[in-house]
């Protein structure tokens, strides 16, 4: 039997998500992937924090891309090698497994687990009081997070995001103990109300981590009633709205590429102008195009509640990991494929609002005219610009004051 076709036999037999998943997590090192066993996630692509979640038939569902993708395709791509010989290795592995594993695996039970409550107060105060009695390892880790800040942006940070000191220490699934020291930024929703946190140090691989089962709201949302009637830079990161804000400048977040605003969010920037700043890559601005959907979907059920958007790109092009340089244009066209492929499984109201979000896209602004390293961010481009004669002139734009 021809390899591929074998595979496709194997594929099949993986009729629960929870099948995938254990296959993918149990033979991570023969395949060459990444696995965040805490989140559940696997890498398909390269990438530093996984973003696919397991689905039937040993499919993964990126996030970060917006699409299914196969574990042949995957392990085809990440170990530079054959269809063929991403196959023969998948079924060798599988013809390894105990004759009962399997058959455990289709065992899947959906366990709806409850959102945590809220973080008290006390608690965060606590977690800033450690920051002062660990404030050498504390600001080690912030100067990663603010870069680019001076001393008194950095003070800003701490103060209007409560930012803390957390040591964390648990058991992975494999047994290992984990023990590391991160920053403490709380989430909190528009009013105030600290529902989860990014737990930050740039120096740990993931560099964010989350509370367990917190609720997530629109980072930054607790900052909005300070705002002024100026545009709102949507930050694809935790990390580039701290640094924004720290500088005066107006900024939320939902916290990553693929994360949506979410109707809560999408509220709370009711009769707003949000800029959508994607990082420079391929799921970046994929995230921005599927935001501006998002946004467009709302104007049209709430015309009262009009959020005006535009999407803004650090460069005009970058330079990704196989050496390729993708302009503009390029970024562009891969986006709108993208948005088509979807096409078909999108309503006559959905299909309206894409052709505005497209239209969106196609009149982003493009800040640089370099072409800079894939993953470039809004704190790259505040190191890279603070003595361009236009740098205070673009952040006035969106200062608070």
């Known amino acids: 039997m021809h390899p591929i076709?074998?595979?496709?036999?194997?594929?099949?037999?993986?009729?629960?998500?929870?099948?995938?998943y254990e296959f993918a997590k149990r033979f991570r090192k023969e395949l060459g992937i990444k696995v965040n066993t805490s989140a559940k996630k696997i890498a398909v692509r390269n990438e530093k924090t996984p973003s696919a979640v397991a689905h039937k038939r040993l499919y993964f569902y990126d996030f970060g891309l917006g699409e299914s993708v196969s574990l042949l395709y995957a392990i085809k791509e990440l170990n530079n090698i054959s269809y063929i010989e991403a196959a023969k290795r998948i079924i060798s592995l599988y013809k390894g497994l105990p004759a009962t594993w399997i058959v455990e695996q289709q065992k899947e039970v959906e366990v709806i687990v409850p959102?945590?409550?809220?973080?008290?107060?006390?608690?965060?105060?606590?977690?800033?009081?450690?920051?002062?009695?660990?404030?050498?390892?504390?600001?080690?880790?912030?100067?990663?997070?603010?870069?680019?800040c001076s001393?008194?942006?950095?003070?800003?940070?701490?103060?209007?995001?409560?930012?803390?000191?957390?040591?964390?220490?648990?058991?992975?699934?494999?047994?290992?103990e984990i023990k590391e020291d991160r920053l403490f930024i709380p989430e909190r929703d528009v009013n105030g109300t600290p529902f989860n946190a990014y737990q930050y140090n740039r120096a740990l691989d993931p560099k964010g981590r989350f509370r367990k089962n917190g609720k997530r709201v629109l980072f930054g949302a607790h900052l909005l009633k300070d705002f002024i009637n100026k545009p709102i830079i949507s930050a694809e990161g935790h990390s580039d709205c701290v640094v924004h804000n720290a500088k005066g400048m107006q900024s939320v977040s939902t916290g990553s590429a693929s994360t949506p605003i979410g109707e809560e969010g999408l509220r709370a920037l009711s009769r707003r102008e949000i800029h959508l700043y994607p990082d420079m890559d391929d799921a970046g601005i994929k995230g921005a195009l599927m935001k501006a959907l998002e946004i467009e979907l709302w104007n049209a059920t709430h015309p009262d509640s009009y959020i005006k958007s535009k999407i803004v790109l650090w460069a005009k092009g970058f330079k990704n990991k196989?050496?390729?340089?993708?302009?503009?244009?390029?970024?562009?066209?891969e986006a709108k494929a993208f948005l088509r492929k979807k096409w078909q499984d999108l309503s006559r109201e959905e299909k309206a609002a894409a052709k505005l979000a497209v239209a969106t896209l196609e009149k982003s602004k493009i800040l640089s005219s370099k072409i800079v390293k894939e993953g470039y961010d809004g704190i790259d481009f505040h190191?890279?610009?603070?003595?361009?004669?236009?740098y205070e002139a673009w952040k006035k734009k969106y200062t608070s004051a």
Do not use: M
């Open 383 to 390: 190191t890279d610009n603070q003595s361009h004669p236009a």
């Open 5 to 20: 076709e074998e595979y496709r036999k194997v594929a099949n037999k993986f009729t629960t998500k929870k099948a995938t």
């Open 322 to 333: 196989k050496g390729n340089i993708i302009t503009e244009g390029k970024i562009k066209e």
């Open 151 to 176: 001393k008194e942006e950095k003070k800003r940070a701490i103060e209007i995001f409560s930012i803390g000191f957390v040591k964390i220490e648990f058991t992975t699934e494999e047994g290992v």
């Open 115 to 148: 959102k945590k409550p809220p973080y008290k107060e006390s608690y965060i105060t606590a977690l800033q009081k450690d920051r002062l009695t660990n404030w050498k390892t504390f600001y080690s880790i912030l100067n990663g997070l603010c870069r680019s």
